[in-house]
């Protein structure tokens, strides 16, 4: 149980890292932290996170842009 705790906030720590460097906006502190990260674990978490948000970000627009022509 403490383990599906500690994965589950580490997987939104990547999810708020990601959408930080959407955004451009994210601290030295942060910076540090996520680069810790990556030497310990690499960045396939943040690759595949990355492109999901991305798939998202892209449908909703394709969406809007639809409903906006029609």
Same mark, same amino acid.
């Given at each position: 149980?403490?383990?599906?705790?500690?994965?589950?906030?580490?997987?939104?720590?990547?999810?708020?890292?990601?959408?930080?460097?959407?955004?451009?906006?994210?601290?030295?502190?942060?910076?540090?932290?996520?680069?810790?990260?990556?030497? *310990?674990?690499?960045?396939?978490?943040?690759?595949?996170? @990355?492109?999901?948000?991305?798939?998202?970000?892209?449908?909703?627009?394709?969406?809007?842009? @639809?409903?906006?022509? *029609?």
């Amino acid at each position: 149980m403490i383990k599906l705790i500690k994965v589950l906030k580490s997987f939104l720590k990547i999810i708020q890292s990601v959408l930080a460097s959407f955004f451009g906006v994210q601290g030295n502190n942060k910076y540090n932290e996520d680069n810790d990260y990556l030497e *310990k674990n690499g960045f396939t978490p943040f690759l595949i996170v @990355g492109i999901f948000l991305v798939i998202i970000f892209l449908s909703s627009l394709f969406f809007i842009v @639809g409903m906006i022509l *029609k």
